[in-house]
């Protein structure tokens, strides 16, 4: 005869917060039966849960997390909690990995010992999509993780000496004709469109040695057009904002990879800042590119937000509004 034992814990919720905790028609209690394997029902101002202790354990663990930002003023909203609950699971599954496994699914070490790792499926495969293809596309919206993720592979890559050097460029839009007018020597010219590349860099990275690297040529930043005319062997190239690159841009990069080479184009196809009588070569690439062997695609959601839960909030309310514009 097995005998299961079924505890309960009760939590107390304050008064002014207890709609947005539990959600409308009991929504997040529904939620988080799903994500913490219990039976939640609301009681008065209480939220009842039962189920094995160990699971009882971590969902208290996440209540107290809940309390902590109605204590110090922050208002959060019902898909607040939610973001929070999946994100609280995330982080215990990934600690949990992590003992048993040896931190396998660590990406890489940045230079303050933080683990870098993917937090979603879809991250899980497109890191795993980059690893078994020489081209992989990575497309969806900001905060998805896919420049990041690309830049934790390269700097990896570069660490095991499975490439000599990380290429990391993208398009300037804005530049054009105006750039010739702009103070300032060229490269002061083209930094701001390479910035986040270089805070991505700096957060794997200990800055000192950056710049090292940036000397040696071993880390090459620099705008697309920079790339015509090369030839690019055991390099790993990372091509960011791609919805912004012309038809012509997109085929001259693809074709400059040479052997030993890994390429990951990252963009957002909501996102184009090109003239309206200009194609995206994104747009195009996806197109051509499907069922050739080596390339990979990897499609990102909302879902894979990883940032403040409002960029999430952001990104679904544009998603709507454009859809509804688009059916009148």
Do not use: C, W
């Amino acid at each position: 005869m097995e005998v299961k034992r079924i505890l309960k814990l009760e939590v107390q919720i304050p008064a002014e917060a207890f709609f947005n905790v539990v959600g409308t028609k009991d929504e997040n209690l529904k939620f988080f039966e799903e994500i913490f394997g219990l039976k939640i029902f609301a009681r008065g101002t209480s939220i009842i849960a039962s189920g094995k202790e160990e699971n009882l354990d971590r969902f208290e663990e996440f209540m107290e997390k809940v309390s902590s930002y109605f204590e110090v003023g922050h208002v959060l909203m019902p898909s607040d909690i939610r973001n929070l609950a999946i994100g609280f699971k995330l982080e215990k599954e990934s600690l949990k990995t992590q003992k048993e496994e040896n931190f396998v699914d660590t990406i890489l070490f940045s230079h303050k010992r933080k683990p870098i790792m993917a937090k979603t499926p879809t991250q899980k495969l497109y890191v795993e999509t980059i690893k078994q293809n020489d081209i992989t596309f990575g497309i969806g919206p900001a905060g998805t993780g896919k420049t990041y993720l690309a830049m934790a592979v390269a700097v990896s890559y570069l660490k095991q000496n499975k490439v000599n050097r990380i290429i990391l460029t993208r398009p300037a839009v804005e530049a054009g004709e105006k750039l010739g007018f702009l103070p300032g020597s060229l490269e002061e010219k083209v930094d701001p469109y390479l910035r986040p590349l270089y805070d991505a860099l700096y957060d794997m990275v200990d800055p000192e040695k950056v710049a090292d690297m940036i000397e040696k040529k071993v880390i090459e930043v620099a705008p697309l057009a920079f790339m015509r005319g090369r030839t690019l062997n055991d390099a790993f190239i990372i091509l960011d904002e791609a919805q912004n690159t012309t038809k012509e841009q997109m085929k001259m990069l693809l074709t400059r990879i040479g052997f030993g080479s890994k390429a990951v184009i990252t963009g957002d196809i909501t996102q184009i800042d090109l003239p309206k009588t200009a194609q995206s070569g994104l747009v195009e690439a996806i197109n051509v590119l499907q069922d050739v062997k080596g390339i990979g695609f990897v499609k990102f959601s909302e879902k894979d937000v990883v940032r403040h839960p409002i960029v999430q909030r952001i990104i679904e309310a544009y998603s709507r509004y454009e859809e509804q514009n688009s059916k009148e």
